[in-house]
């Protein structure tokens, strides 16, 4: 009989981690890593209900957001590359081209 | 009772002419001389014929009862109106025909010696340009003559009046391509104007005064106003009528136009500047003679204007070069006697001398114009001579002419004028003084003119000297026909002393004994002291000592006419260029009136088209930068305006899309908070 | 038993924090990298004491072993040293800091209004043998749909990253 609070307290902590990752770092891959991190945390309260309630849905979910994770990845760090070879750089502050 | 038949179609006398003239303005162009000679001296024709029977009808009847009027329509509808002394009047005229016997006598005048003239054109105008339009104008020029003389009320005769003007004016200026001929034009209708305004205003006072403006009614309103010898309104009636005679008439001051009339075609000269037109003012003055009558002061203004008037042009006329100069100045000399006879009130005398007057003063024209002829237009007298061998018909002619005007016994001029001295004496000595003098020279100048023309050495130029010949039979014939009426003519009113009858002047009698209060008798012998015969023997006198003076001086001693000249240097000139009166004219009315319009010229462009047309320019272009102002400034602005609004919305906006991807996500985790933020707080206070 | 849970859970969570704070710090990417693997095995190590061997397995294999290999390679590829030496941290690092902390804030009070109330059930004394069928079973049963769809997903994200990384023609 495990209060499920402690596990939601480390998927919080993971998650919180990962926004700050994504939202204080200049590196492009590092912003990369922690969306990878923010997912994980998401995982983590999915396998607690999951197990919570008894079914496999949450897993089943759980195995989509890790497929997906991966394409993302894929794609991402394509398009890293991508801009790496036109611009000479990896730092989210320089790819602004977007602007008004 | 049935009206005879040339009576009751009076109407139909001014109509013919009218027809041709109107055949001309419209087809004139497209016909052959000929028919235009046949169509427009016919229509002329038939008028005499209608007036000869009308005459004989007239004179059918019993001698009260020669009076008959014809209606044809009515023009002003009677409208009520209040006269000078309060009571109601109503003025009404129409297009009504009067018969009676002075217009009668002045139908036949106008349309007899109208045909002859019109004949006498066809052999003159043959060879100019413009025939159908000639025989146009001449057409209509006796339609209006014969209104005027028929027509039974003022309104009607001013028909006539102005009608004879214009057609005046279009004949003087019939050859508008000369200068001269144009300006003459136009200062004849012009100074015949200002004599109109006289007549008009005399008009307006006779319907005022009298409430009515036909000449029927005249007698029996002056009986039923009880109107006094002497009364003002009377007189001042007769004047402002008597200015409109004078303008037409060509008296003094209004006569200046008839010497320039002379620019037009000699028929022309001859049918209105000496046998008709001229003459309207004459039938007016005697036509109205009712109101004349009763104003004495007026008649003696008549009278006097008239002596001064026919001594005044004859000085002139003794000094002329050009034959058509004398015969004009001529013209309105025996107009003056004219007025001369009506001013003392032998109104019949007056007439008389008219009808004497057409025959041969419009001899003595068409005589000129063939002389003119047949020196292939040389007016100068200075430059013929010797020619009463060459042209015999026209000489003798105008010899007769000349015999007639100057007033020898037993030609026509003789009776008349006769008639005239002798009423004049018994008025006023002075008058006949005047008149008595001017006879001797009329008789003087006109002889000049025969012997500087017809006798004496030959001074004509020599090209011409060639081409003399005697005109075509179509001139020559109305010259002999006029000649016979020059020689018979005084037969009509042959006075009773000699022997005669007086006819004319007891034909004239029920016209002239108009006036209820008249004392003026139809001329019967002056009661004198020196008796009529006597009278007739000094003006014989005298016309045979002007006649022998001008012998004197033309043919016996032809060097001395310079020599006068030469020695009365100063005095010759003044005459010479007519006593500077057109000068005079010119500087007081003519060129204030030049002025007028140079003024006005002088407003029209800078104020008008300053204020006016500048000004709606100026207004313009103001309105233009203003509606640019607004356009800029409002309409532009609000368009700027919008699109600032936009700017300044969207500045936030713009500034925040910095093309960093993590400031975007950092919106996101800001979105998150608060959408959270509701949530959960709506969440706790659901629960709790 | 209880105990042990205990420890393991407290053991893998701090590892899994620690290595978490540690890969958002580095300046190294590798080592940042590396980091991360620490942290996906910690988590897999969770998901293996929620007794779902099947996501512990997948997590192991797919995550580390797919996925931060291919970023490891990729971190080769980039200029290493060059973004070693650059600031590393931008400048909204205060304000992104305090907004994620209010956001986290926001998550513990609403977790702390529900503490104590949600249970998981006592685990079976055995093994059970049956996670991994039941995933299969309820991923070619009732999640066939979302299961071709993400096969699609992998298959345009294959043909993008190939594209995005073939070198222009010519």
Redesign the interface.
């Known amino acids: 009989?495990?209060?499920?609070?402690?596990?939601?307290?480390?998927s919080?902590?993971?998650?919180?981690?990962?926004?700050?990752?994504?939202?204080?770092?200049?590196?492009v891959?590092?912003?990369?890593?922690?969306i990878?991190?923010i997912l994980?945390a998401v995982?983590?309260n999915l396998?607690?209900f999951?197990?919570?309630w008894?079914t496999?849905?949450g897993?089943?979910f759980?195995?989509?957001i890790?497929?997906?994770?991966?394409?993302?990845?894929?794609?991402g760090?394509?398009?890293?590359?991508?801009f790496?070879h036109n611009r000479?750089t990896?730092?989210?502050?320089e790819?602004?081209?977007?602007?008004? | 009772m049935n009206t005879p038949y040339f009576l009751e179609h009076i109407w139909l006398i001014p109509l013919f002419p009218l027809l041709t003239a109107a055949v001309m303005l419209f087809y004139g162009r497209k016909l052959a001389n000929n028919i235009v000679s046949y169509l427009c001296a016919g229509s002329v024709f038939v008028s005499f014929i209608f007036s000869v029977g009308a005459f004989f009808q007239l004179v059918a009847m019993p001698q009260g009862e020669r009076f008959f009027t014809k209606v044809l329509f009515e023009w002003v509808p009677a409208v009520p109106y209040h006269m000078f002394d309060g009571r109601l009047a109503q003025f009404v005229a129409g297009w009504e025909f009067q018969i009676d016997p002075l217009s009668a006598v002045m139908i036949l005048v106008v349309t007899g010696v109208g045909f002859l003239i019109h004949v006498y054109s066809t052999g003159y105008m043959a060879l100019e340009g413009g025939y159908y339009r000639f025989f146009g104008y001449l057409n209509l020029f006796m339609f209006a003559m014969l209104i005027l003389v028929l027509a039974n009320n003022f309104l009607m005769m001013f028909v006539g009046w102005e009608g004879v003007g214009t057609c005046s004016y279009l004949l003087i200026g019939f050859y508008f391509h000369r200068k001269s001929a144009s300006d003459a034009g136009k200062k004849a209708f012009i100074v015949n104007r200002v004599g109109d305004a006289g007549f008009l205003l005399g008009i307006f006072l006779c319907s005022a005064v009298l409430g009515t403006v036909r000449f029927s009614d005249i007698g029996p309103a002056l009986h039923a106003g009880n109107f006094q010898k002497g009364d003002p309104w009377l007189t001042a009636i007769a004047l402002l009528l008597f200015v409109g005679a004078a303008g037409k008439s060509a008296q003094i001051p209004l006569y200046v136009w008839l010497p320039d009339a002379m620019e037009g075609p000699t028929p022309v000269s001859a049918l209105i500047h000496a046998a008709t037109m001229v003459t309207a003012g004459v039938y007016m003055v005697t036509r109205t003679n009712a109101i004349y009558q009763l104003a004495p002061k007026a008649m003696y203004v008549v009278a006097l204007v008239g002596a001064i008037t026919a001594l005044f042009a004859a000085t002139i006329g003794v000094v002329q070069n050009d034959i058509k100069k004398v015969l004009a100045y001529s013209t309105v000399s025996q107009l003056g006697y004219m007025f001369l006879a009506c001013g003392v009130g032998a109104f019949t005398a007056g007439i008389f001398h008219l009808m004497t007057h057409a025959f041969f003063k419009g001899l003595l024209f068409l005589a000129a114009g063939s002389v003119i002829h047949a020196l292939s237009g040389e007016q100068d007298m200075r430059k013929m001579g010797a020619l009463s061998k060459r042209i015999p018909v026209t000489y003798w002619t105008m010899l007769i002419a000349t015999l007639a005007i100057a007033g020898i016994f037993p030609f026509a001029g003789f009776v008349s004028k006769d008639l005239i001295l002798g009423k004049a004496y018994e008025q006023d000595v002075l008058l006949w003084a005047i008149g008595y003098f001017t006879a001797g020279m009329t008789a003087f100048y006109m002889f000049r003119l025969v012997f500087m023309t017809f006798h004496g050495t030959s001074r004509v130029d020599h090209e011409v000297e060639h081409h003399i010949h005697e005109s075509p039979k179509a001139m020559l014939v109305p010259l002999v026909i006029l000649a016979g009426l020059s020689i018979v003519g005084g037969l009509v009113s042959w006075p009773e002393i000699l022997g005669g009858n007086s006819h004319f002047v007891h034909f004239l009698e029920p016209v002239v004994g108009m006036a209820h209060q008249s004392r003026i008798e139809p001329l019967k012998g002056p009661s004198s002291r020196i008796g009529e015969i006597n009278l007739m023997l000094m003006s014989e006198g005298l016309v045979v000592l002007g006649i022998l003076f001008a012998w004197y001086l033309y043919i016996k001693r032809t060097e001395l006419p310079a020599k006068i000249a030469k020695g009365l240097n100063g005095f010759y000139e003044l005459v010479y260029h007519k006593y500077y009166v057109d000068e005079l004219y010119d500087a007081l009315f003519v060129n204030r009136a030049k002025d007028l319009g140079l003024a006005l010229g002088w407003f029209d462009t800078n104020v008008i088209n300053g204020v006016g047309v500048d000004g709606a320019g100026w207004l313009t272009r103001f309105v233009s930068r203003a509606s640019m102002w607004w356009d800029t400034w409002i309409v532009d602005g609000s368009v700027k305006l919008g699109a600032r609004i936009v700017w300044v919305l969207s500045l936030p906006v713009r500034l925040i899309q910095d093309g960093l991807v993590q400031s975007y996500m950092l919106f996101i985790v800001i979105g998150l908070i608060g959408f959270l933020g509701y949530y959960f707080y709506l969440a706790h206070h659901a629960v709790h | 038993m209880q105990t042990l849970n205990q420890a393991l859970f407290i053991f893998f969570a701090v590892l899994a924090v620690a290595s978490a704070i540690l890969m958002v710090t580095r300046r190294n990417i590798v080592h940042g990298a590396v980091f991360l693997i620490t942290t996906l095995l910690s988590t897999a190590g969770i998901f293996l004491l929620l007794q779902a061997e099947f996501l512990f397995i997948v997590q192991v294999i797919l995550y580390v072993g797919g996925i931060m290999v291919l970023f490891v390679f990729v971190i080769m590829l980039v200029n290493l040293d060059v973004s070693m030496r650059q600031v590393q941290f931008n400048r909204q690092w205060f304000v992104a800091g305090a907004l994620a902390l209010v956001l986290a804030g926001q998550f513990l009070f609403a977790i702390w209004a529900g503490r104590g109330a949600l249970r998981l059930p006592a685990m079976a004394n055995e093994i059970s043998p049956k996670n991994t069928e039941a995933v299969a079973d309820a991923l070619f049963s009732h999640y066939m749909l979302p299961f071709e769809i993400a096969s699609i997903l992998l298959l345009v994200a294959m043909i993008g990253a190939v594209v995005m990384a073939k070198r222009r023609a010519g």
């Open positions: 009989m495990i209060p499920v609070d402690d596990y939601l307290f480390l919080l902590a993971l998650f919180t981690i990962g926004v700050i990752g994504v939202l204080t770092r200049r590196n891959i590092i912003m990369l890593m922690s990878e991190l994980n995982n983590i396998m607690v999951s197990r919570m008894g496999v849905d897993q089943v759980a195995i989509f890790i497929t997906d994770a991966a394409a993302e990845a894929a794609v760090l394509g398009i890293i590359l991508a790496f000479e990896v730092l989210a502050d790819m602004d081209i977007m602007k008004w």
